[in-house]
């Protein structure tokens, strides 16, 4: 955390992450679907600027995300939902500085939430177990559970249930094509492969090419996403994180990332991250 400024903002990081491959073994009775991934923190994403209030009102100020309305905002209804199950009559002000490109499926909106839940929990004094935390994140999204834990992971269902993983220090030329994808038509594509034989972790580590269900649909529904793989091939594997439009490359050095980013052809939005072994919130927090 930033030691809070005169006005009584404090600031708290909400990094994006990366699924390093997504598999989808089936379908669910209930419509969900059975996922397999591993998420791979980020250092690098949003910041959330946040104001503790006497009064119970929680606001946003500016946009987080461009075209969404201030109740559905994910940050904002994090907060409301924290609120409402902790009983608690303090409120928020609450302002998140964007850098993780929307619908790009490097987790912002998820990531934003977590970040509310977490530094909410200790602004406002309600000493929640993470677990606890968890649970509510997962009734804003699936992606909001592996943020709030802050862990490299392994993860299956919805995205819910978490394995820690160390992993390797890395950096990763990212592409945001530019689309927002729509998550919820992508998992009704009838081209969608929704059969994979399971994956283990052992699959995972030992390098077998797992890669991402949605990958194939975006790269014939989507020209520019199909141009950024071509783009990213001359400097290595492109893989797909999530079901959004980024794209990315894996390399052992920073050194070879940046290189290889300046071989990319002009107008292309790309840049270089590292890979985290945890979440830097995780770090603002325990400073705090």
């Known amino acids: ?48 600027r946040i104001r503790t209030r006497d009064d119970p009102a929680i606001r946003r100020h500016g946009t987080s995300v461009a075209g969404v309305a201030e109740a559905d905002d994910l940050v904002v209804r994090a907060a409301k939902l924290l609120q409402a199950e902790a009983k608690c009559r303090q409120g928020a002000d609450i302002c998140v500085e964007k ?49 709030v834990h802050g862990v490299n992971a392994w993860a299956e269902g919805v995205g819910e249930r978490l394995t820690p993983v160390d992993l390797p220090p890395a950096w990763y030329v990212l592409v945001d094509p530019g689309v927002h ?6 998992f009704q594509s009838p081209e969608l492969t929704r059969n994979a034989a399971p994956a283990t972790i052992f699959d995972f580590v030992s390098g077998t090419g797992l890669g991402n269900a949605f ?20 400097i290595g594997t492109p893989r797909l994180t999530g079901s959004g439009s980024g794209c990315f ?4 050095t920073r050194g ?15 840049w270089v991250v590292a890979g ?9 927090l325990e400073e705090a």
């Open 276 to 284: 985290a072994r945890r979440s830097p919130l995780l770090d603002a």
């Open 215 to 234: 990958e194939p649909v975006l790269r014939r529904r989507e020209p520019a996403v199909e141009a950024a793989f071509v783009a990213l091939a001359r």
């Open 256 to 270: 070879s990332a940046e290189a290889a980013l300046a071989t990319l052809p002009p107008g292309l939005r790309a």
């Open 181 to 186: 994808v729509a998550t919820a038509a992508l």
């Open 1 to 48: 955390m930033v030691d809070p400024d005169p006005d009584g903002w404090s600031s708290w990081p909400a990094p994006a992450k990366l699924n390093l491959f997504l598999r989808i073994p089936r379908r669910r009775n209930d419509g969900y679907h059975e996922l397999q991934t591993v998420f791979r923190i980020l250092d690098w994403g949003d910041t959330v």
């Open 249 to 252: 490359v894996e390399f052992a």
């Open 99 to 147: 850098r993780i490109p929307a619908g790009a499926g490097f987790g912002g909106g998820s990531s934003d939430a977590a970040t509310v839940l977490r530094a909410l929990d200790l602004l406002w004094g309600l000493e929640a177990e993470t677990d606890r935390l968890a649970a509510l994140g997962l009734r804003l999204g699936a992606d909001v559970p592996v943020f």
